[in-house]
């Protein structure tokens, strides 16, 4: 069972994994440590452009949200970026960024199919709205880290 120590973290590995390899990219990164309810880092580049990014971390399964509505009645005013990590061993950890919309598309897509295989009614709690993504639904997405420098 997940306790709050363990999933805080796991969001701290994921938060930190990211702001290392974006440092390594020659960009200047501050964390917030979940502080933040639309992101948790931001990268900024030698002239100054910078760009929120939220980070979801798991270290097996899928990613978890609570809330579909969150991504299906959504206006995105700017170009949100997500980092979802995946940080299984030390070494070996995944990455996967990509815009907000396409995660949402993912979602939507995702939560969808799964709705209509159970005749469009959830079995155990017909009002939530949870939902999850994989890592094979996101692999085409894995390792673009040009989309936050080419976005700067």
């Not at 390899?21 to 452009?49: C, M, Q, Y």
């Not at 990014?53 to 270290?59: D, E, H, L, N």
């Not at 994989?134 to 673009?144: G, H, I, K, R, T």
Request: with cysteine.
């Amino acid at each position: 069972m997940a306790t709050g120590r363990r999933n805080k973290i796991t969001q701290q590995i994921g938060e930190y994994l990211v702001a290392c390899e974006l440092a390594r990219r020659g960009l200047l990164v501050a964390t917030f440590s979940g502080n933040v309810p639309d992101f948790d880092i931001i990268a900024a580049d030698a002239n100054g452009h910078s760009i929120p990014i939220q980070v979801k971390t798991i270290r097996s399964g899928e990613w978890q949200f609570n809330n579909a509505g969150k991504f299906i009645e959504v206006r995105f005013e700017d170009k949100k970026l997500c980092i979802l990590v995946l940080a299984t061993e030390y070494g070996k950890d995944r990455f996967y960024i990509l815009e907000w919309e396409q995660l949402r598309d993912i979602v939507v897509s995702s939560y969808s199919a799964w709705l209509a295989a159970k005749d469009g009614v959830r079995p155990r709690n017909y009002e939530s709205l949870h939902c999850s993504v994989s890592p094979e639904q996101l692999a085409e997405f894995e390792n673009q880290w040009d989309k936050i420098t080419e976005r700067l």
